[in-house]
């Protein structure tokens, strides 16, 4: 098993940055596929972006202003955020699974609480 505790998120101005980070326990932590998805008031849970072996994926609306990265000793996987606009303010939400999920939010087995992020315009 492995237990998520994201942080890093806040209040920040359309055009600004935040870096999330989502820390794991566990020794295996290296063997899970990680992402990260976001939910906003009223809407339904969606992918932003996740990280495997051999590369990252993102979901359209933030490719080229977001960077996910997993440091396995230290157990912690980052969301980079650049360009923040007001559409990106969410709930984000780190997500952990043994087996590759991509940006299928229902199969991944374990989250985190969530860190809020929120963006004035």
Known sequence: QVQLVESGGGLV??????????AAS???????FMGWFRQAPGKEREFVASVTWSGTYY???VKGRFTISRDNAENTVYLQMNSLKPED????????DKTYRGPTAQLYDYWGQGTE?????
């Open 59 to 61: 979901a359209d609306s």
């Open 89 to 96: 303010t969410a709930v984000y939400y780190c997500a952990a």
């Open 117 to 121: 992020v929120t963006v004035s315009s």
């Open 13 to 22: 101005q359309a055009g600004g940055s935040l870096r999330l980070s989502c």
């Open 26 to 32: 566990g020794r295996t932590f290296s063997f899970y």
